[in-house]
């Protein structure tokens, strides 16, 4: 369950880059084309670009550290229903994605970076969700869909719960143990005496 929640949190942040990128080179190029008086335009540009590049910061973390759980919830999963000859394209996919995003700094011009780091975007996605959809055919060929039902909320899903949900049997004193009955009998009779 932990590779298919870590995928999810891969392809989650991914897309938070992504978004980052689309916003801070629309941006970015929307002040320089606008006709704001200079002064005007550095001070508020400084401040976008601070906090757009705080989030964005962030995101890299969050992609660096779900990428590494990720990689390391695949080869658990790699050992136990094996792995393609040509290895998992994930892993092609994160090195793509590292690789572009480290280009990126060499390519000029606004749009051009922008379109480096989607394609690293692009990348990083394909190659993860093709080997959870590699590796989910050979985990769990009965159920292939079980984890995406898998609520973080409620710990379980309808069709099979992971988590203990109470139901009305939990409930019913008939079936429980006379002696755990009586227990419970007793502490009422000791707390009604008090």
């Not at 705080?54 to 999963?77: C, E, M, P």
């Not at 975007?121 to 995406?148: E, F, K, M, Q």
């Not at 409930?171 to 009998?185: F, G, K, L, T, Y």
Request: proline letters at 5%; aromatic letters at 12%; glycine letters at 10%.
């Amino acid at each position: 369950m932990e590779f298919y929640v870590a995928t999810r949190r891969v392809v989650a942040f991914a897309i938070a880059y992504a978004a980052i990128v689309v916003v801070d080179a629309v941006f970015v190029a929307g002040w320089y084309a606008a006709d704001v008086p200079g002064v005007l335009q550095a001070h508020w540009i400084v401040i976008a670009v601070v906090v757009l590049g705080l989030v964005a910061l962030g995101v890299v973390l969050g992609i660096l550290i779900t990428t590494a759980f990720w990689v390391y919830s695949s080869v658990k999963q790699s050992r136990e229903h094996g792995a393609p000859p040509y290895g998992h394209l994930g892993y092609y996919g994160i090195g793509a994605f590292f690789l572009l995003f480290v280009f990126a700094y060499a390519v000029p011009g606004i749009w051009g970076n922008a379109a480096v780091r989607l394609a690293g975007c692009a990348l990083l996605i394909a190659g993860v969700l093709h080997t959870r959809g590699w590796l989910r055919a050979r985990s769990n060929p009965g159920r292939p869909y079980a984890a995406d039902r898998y609520s973080m909320v409620t710990g379980g899903d309808p069709v099979g719960p992971l988590a203990a949900q109470p139901t009305a049997d939990d409930w019913n004193a008939a079936q429980w143990d006379p002696s755990v009955q009586e227990e419970i009998e007793r502490r009422r009779r000791r707390e009604q005496t008090r």
